[in-house]
């Protein structure tokens, strides 16, 4: 058992982390107070080659692995969830998808692309009517020749509706199965295709720099051949997509949490009260000490998960308990910051602002806090 870095993983860790401070935390701010998507940093990031981490080379990928994304994504949300969310999303949801299930044609023609982070691609599963419950589905997805028509709606897409989408996948109904159960299936949708409409940004509670819309699909055509992977297969692609997400999203958290740690210490040894700098109290140090066990084993677990993945071993419940802890530690950790800053941690200038509204859609999004307790129960066989 070795929990130590591969000197890539180290080098890659370092020089994300060094990007983050140097290129992200100068300009991330004002992007997020005025809810404008960071295109230079996602130009940046793209010739870094984080959209193409996991993906082999003859793809466009680097060829490195899915801890290599965790890693960065982690980096990236101690200093900002924002810029992280939207390489998760763009990686694990909008690219693996056509690597994973797509033809060598669908592959040709998107993959380079998004992994140069030229392009986006959005992954739209969610409805106005249903989200953890995926299997209730509405948008449909008829063939009418050798065209889908595709008719619904998409709620919270991330990466949907920015100057760079190219496309959507999105899960619809295709018929119905032999025991009675909806066909799903997973089409892509190129940006831009007639009726197919993205709404203006949502008004969110965080994560103000990344791009998440409504989509409709009004008898929107696309070409048979648009159909990701076999037909029926939907739920069972964006189960896979989903365990593998989680993953991503516990490195994310713990990126939030361990950016909690970094801004409290700072701060702890700048502010005075009663004649003293604050972390000189033991109820701050005790705070400060909680915060660092909750990022290190957030952290181990997602380290865990993520080896039994790239073993090939089952790593379901390892990828929920990982989301689960490391999003109820960011949530944590956001909180405890925010009062060890004072009135100072309620106003926006100051980062852990941005952390504290920015974790609780870790408890939400890519399966909610109640949803990743039902998976681990279902895998103890309950
Ligand atoms: C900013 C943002 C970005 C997002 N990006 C994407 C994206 O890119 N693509 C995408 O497809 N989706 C995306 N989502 C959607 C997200 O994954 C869903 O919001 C999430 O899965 C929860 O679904 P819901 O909102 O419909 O809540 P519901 O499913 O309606 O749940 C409401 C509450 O009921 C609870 N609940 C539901 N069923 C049960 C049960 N059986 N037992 C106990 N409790 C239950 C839930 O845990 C929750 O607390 C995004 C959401 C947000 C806010």
């Keep these: 058992m070795d929990f130590r870095l591969s000197e890539e993983h180290e080098a890659l860790r370092d020089s994300v982390r060094d990007f983050a401070r140097e290129a992200v935390a100068p300009v991330i701010a004002e992007h997020y107070e005025r809810h404008t998507f960071p295109y230079e940093i996602v130009r940046q990031m793209g010739k870094m080659g984080l959209f193409g981490l996991p993906f082999p080379e003859e793809h466009g990928g680097?060829?490195?692995?899915?801890?290599?994304?965790c890693l960065a994504l982690e980096e990236l949300a101690r200093v900002d969830s924002s810029v992280a969310i939207t390489l998760e999303a763009a990686v694990s949801l909008g690219a693996m998808p056509i690597y994973r299930f797509g033809t060598h044609e669908q592959q040709a023609r998107w993959l380079p692309k998004l992994l140069s982070g030229e392009a986006l691609a959005g992954f739209g599963l969610t409805e106005p009517g249903t989200g953890s419950d995926a299997g209730g589905t509405r948008t449909r997805a008829v063939l009418d020749g050798d065209e889908w028509v595709i008719n619904g709606s998409k709620a919270f897409i991330t990466n949907s509706g920015t100057d760079i989408t190219a496309l959507v996948t999105v899960t619809a109904v295709t018929g119905t199965n032999p025991d009675g159960s909806k066909e799903l299936s997973t089409i892509i949708v190129p940006s831009g295709t007639p009726g197919f409409t993205v709404a203006p940004g949502y008004s969110k509670v965080g994560w103000n720099a990344s791009d998440t819309h409504e989509l409709t699909f009004d008898d929107c055509r696309v070409p048979a051949g648009n159909l990701l992977g076999e037909r029926g297969r939907g739920f069972a692609q964006f189960l896979r997509i989903l365990d593998e997400g989680r993953i991503a999203i516990a490195a994310l958290a713990v990126g939030l949490a361990q950016g909690c740690v970094d801004e409290s210490l700072t701060y702890a040894k700048e502010r005075q009260a009663f004649g003293r700098p604050i972390g000189n109290y033991q109820a701050i140090q005790f705070k400060i000490a909680d915060m660092e066990l909750k990022a290190h084993t957030?952290?181990?677990?997602?380290?865990?998960?993520?080896?039994?993945?790239?073993?090939?071993?089952?790593?379901?419940?390892?990828?929920?308990?990982?989301?689960?802890?490391?999003?109820?530690?960011?949530?944590d950790n956001a909180r405890e910051a925010t009062q060890i800053h004072g009135g100072y941690g309620f106003m926006n200038e100051y980062p852990v602002a941005r952390f504290w509204r920015d974790s609780k859609i870790l408890e939400i999004?890519?399966?909610?806090?109640?949803?990743?307790?039902?998976?681990?129960?279902r895998d103890l066989g309950l």
């Design 62 to 69: 680097m060829g490195g692995d899915y801890f290599a994304l």
């Design 298 to 331: 957030a952290r181990l677990a997602y380290y865990d998960a993520a080896a039994r993945m790239l073993a090939g071993e089952p790593f379901k419940r390892q990828a929920a308990i990982a989301k689960l802890h490391a999003s109820t530690v960011a949530v």
């Design 365 to 377: 999004g890519e399966g909610t806090s109640e949803v990743q307790r039902m998976i681990i129960a």
